[in-house]
């Protein structure tokens, strides 16, 4: 009995780590070939770093890929979308958990309708308003529709619905404090797992996203790394891979960093708002 249960355990381990493997290789791949120069990226695949880092960075810098700028835009963008998102989602999920008004079935089933529309069928709609607006080429049509993001919202009622008792407002109110201020002091501090969660992952897709700021920004002072990452377009006779995925390479290494440690909010925060009851 101890011995199929050892060797079940040891199955379990060698799937775990064949998965570590299995996730960690891509980016491990990317990081290897912005070590290489193109030839050898065209001879097959290593997983051994290759000497060409220094040549691939000057190439890099050599079709204005403004590193230290692109990481600027993307933090700027990414940093106040995140906190406008978890912040009014937030604010939105306890008024649906904490107050009974009339329509809070209806207006719970649109912001699920909501999380089912692709945010692609509005790119041109968005366009138009935000040029009609004269906020082409500014951060805050990156920034300020973070506000309304029914998926964070969602995910936060969840969470709220395993933590949340009347009985916590009602002592507050008796105690002279107004819903702000129950809001501010009581609910926030108590929803920390979920909100690092949600910002994390807000924070991620912020930085990630190409699509958008592609439609919106045309200076190149403001594109964002993502952005920047397209700019290494091939020449006529020669592709230096080796830049490209030097490029690559720097725009994901603070997404890498940022789930190395803080795995364990993303992990802790899913699991509590998958819990209910």
């Given at each position: 009995m101890?011995?199929?249960y050892r060797a079940k355990r040891l199955l379990i381990y060698v799937f775990?780590?064949?998965?570590?493997?299995?996730?960690i290789l891509p980016f491990w791949v990317v990081l290897v070939n912005a070590t290489r120069s193109a030839e050898q990226i065209q001879q097959g695949l290593s997983l051994w770093p290759g000497g060409n880092l220094q040549y691939n960075w000057s190439v890099l810098m050599g079709r204005g890929f403004n590193v230290f700028n692109g990481f600027k835009n993307s933090f700027l963008i990414a940093a106040g979308a995140t906190v406008l998102n978890?912040?009014?989602?937030?604010?939105?999920?306890?008024?649906?958990?904490?107050?009974?008004?009339r329509g809070k079935k209806v207006l719970f089933a649109v912001i699920l309708g909501l999380?089912?529309?692709?945010?692609?069928?509005?790119m041109i709609g968005f366009y138009q308003f935000m040029n009609r607006l004269g906020l082409l080429n500014n951060f805050l049509p990156l920034i300020l529709p973070a506000i309304a993001s029914p998926a964070t919202v969602f995910f936060l009622k969840q969470y709220l619905e395993t933590i949340y008792h009347p009985d916590l407002a009602d002592s507050?109110?008796?105690?002279?404090?107004?819903e702000i201020k129950i809001f501010h002091r009581i609910m926030l501090p108590l929803m920390k797992p979920g909100l690092a969660t949600m910002a994390i992952f807000s924070f991620v897709t912020s930085w990630n996203n190409f699509l958008m700021p592609l439609i919106l920004i045309n200076d190149t002072e403001k594109y964002t790394l993502p952005?920047?990452?397209?700019?290494?377009?091939?020449?006529?006779?020669?592709?230096?891979?080796g830049s490209m995925y030097l490029g690559i390479s720097l725009s994901i290494i603070p997404l890498l960093l940022i789930y190395l440690f803080l795995s364990k909010y993303i992990v802790g925060g899913v699991t509590a708002g998958g819990i209910k009851g």
């Open positions: 101890e011995n199929s775990l780590v064949f998965l570590t493997i299995l996730s978890v912040y009014f989602s937030a604010l939105t999920a306890y008024g649906v958990i904490a107050y009974e008004f999380i089912m529309i692709p945010q692609q069928i509005s507050a109110r008796l105690d002279g404090a107004g952005m920047l990452v397209q700019l290494l377009k091939t020449d006529v006779y020669r592709t230096e891979f």
